[in-house]
């Protein structure tokens, strides 16, 4: 046969090199090779049926031929052309059957011989055994239904179908494991944040139930640190003396506005109200017990050294309590005692201390001196310690006791009993403003105590003036006022102050208004610092 064509799974399978299963359902299906499988299923059953049929219709005409062929013949003669010519018939009808022609054997010399008896019957027997197969396949595909062959033909496209439903399911599970995870992550997180406000709240709540109110806090104002613990002696006999420690108690000023605070006294007496507990219930502050004989007054004519009340006897007992109850040893930077006569500003204390208040110095014991009087001396309106410096006092009391105290003032003794135990001496002559040492009035607003205001009255009326006074300052600062109480050129008194003559606000009486300017002198003068001219003018 001349040319070419392409071998398909239909010419496989009439040649017998593939199965009808194998074309049916490969190995590895796609939707295209269902499609194809199912035309070639039909394809192939259409044909070999059509073969078949035909080849059993050549095959039995042939047998029916021999068989009369012999029937006609006389016994024991056959004719051998006859016999060959009726087989060659039949192979040609039988190759006629299958679409082939009948090819002629040819000869070496090139003529045509027809084919003998002997080949004949032997392409027969071939026949027979072609037509047993064949017949053997009609008996398989006979006992396919229609049902299962559509049901095999459908299973690649099922088959497919469930793939990429697995597939569709598969990621359906994938997106819905991720939701459920971010969504569990997002109230893991979610828990935890709780979980975290919670104990935040609970440890607040913990807080607020282990620190119950006690009688010593005080009610500290502007400034916490550094922390102060102050304390008075107080006499239970002074009728203005005990209603001014009452007074700082009830309005939380002086003493009573640092962060603790106490009162010693002849006999323990009630205060006023302290902080209160949640349900509103206030503390009782009582005076600590301080059982001390009167005192009386000194006299320098006798060989007295202080002309105040002798009342060291009354202060060392008081250390001594201050010591067993070990309130200096607890959360405090600075231990200050004042009189119940000196109005006290610990905000503007702290400014004072602020400096000697960190580093390596807070090691050391130190203590101020505030009035120099012949030389720098420890004044007792206010007197200021670090702790340091209170902590080696409780351990060598007995060295300053054994001091020969006998004519000293309460301020003399614990001026040289710090210096008995090498406590640093520090000089601040503006802590104080004393009428009978670095006398200051109440508007001075860097001096952190006066003295003295013996009764509520007084106390108070100086304590709101030096208040007020802030406020001025303020201002002042703010217009750049200030007083000239000598200038060097009357005709342009502002700009030719003479030095140590010019007072601001908050330095001093002269600069705390324009009418105290006035009353320092006849050539004193108001004045401010104008920002637009860039110079010094005499005040409106």
Known sequence: ??????????????????????ALVPEETTDADAASGRQIYKTFRES???????????????????????????PGRVDSRTQANDALVSVEEVNASNGMPLEEVKTSNGTAEKPDLTSAQAKVMKLKKQLEKAQAKVMDLSQTT???????????????????????????????????????????????????????TTTTEEKKETIPPDPSFGWPTDVYWPRLFCWS??????????????????????????????????????????????????????SWENPAKPVPMGNLGAGDETNSFKNTDIFINAWNILISSKIMQGDVD????????????????????????????????????????????LYGALEVFNQAAMLKLSSHMSWCTSLPWGGWGEDEFIDKCMERLSARALQDYKLVGDHRCMSAECEATDRASFHDYK????????????????????????????CCTSPGNPGDPCNTCNPGASTKAGQGWCGSSKNQCKGCGTGATWCKFDKKKKRNMVAA
């Open 455 to 482: 009764t509520p009255e007084l106390y108070q009326n100086c304590w709101n003036r030096s208040k007020n006074s802030e406020k001025w300052v303020k201002q002042m600062a703010e217009g750049n006022f200030f």
């Open 146 to 200: 229609p049902v299962e062959a559509d049901t095999t033909n459908a299973a690649p496209t099922t088959a497919a179908a469930t793939t990429a439903e697995k597939k569709a399911i598969t990621a359906e599970q994938k997106d819905a494991q991720q939701d459920a995870t971010t969504a569990e992550q997002k109230t893991t997180t979610t828990e935890q944040k709780a979980t975290t406000v919670t104990e935040k």
């Open 334 to 377: 600075w231990v200050i005692k004042a009189d119940p006569d000196a109005v006290f500003f610990p905000e503007r204390l702290r400014k004072h201390v602020k400096p000697f208040s960190w580093g390596q110095q807070t090691k050391t014991p130190l203590y101020f001196k505030n009035c120099f009087y012949k030389g720098p001396k």
């Open 48 to 74: 070999r049926c059509r073969n078949v049929a035909g080849l059993l219709t050549v095959v039995m005409c042939s047998l029916v031929a021999c068989y009369v062929g012999g029937a006609f013949s006389s």
């Open 1 to 22: 046969m001349t040319g070419s064509r392409n071998i398909t799974v239909h010419d496989r399978l009439e040649c017998g090199e593939a199965s009808v299963h194998s």
């Open 233 to 286: 002696v107080m006499n239970k006999d002074n009728v203005q003396e005990v209603a001014t420690m009452k007074m700082q108690v009830k309005m939380h000023i002086g003493i009573a506005s640092c962060e603790r605070f106490a009162v010693l006294s002849g006999i323990k007496m009630y205060l006023g109200e302290g902080h209160k507990w949640d349900n509103g219930t206030a503390v009782k502050v009582h």
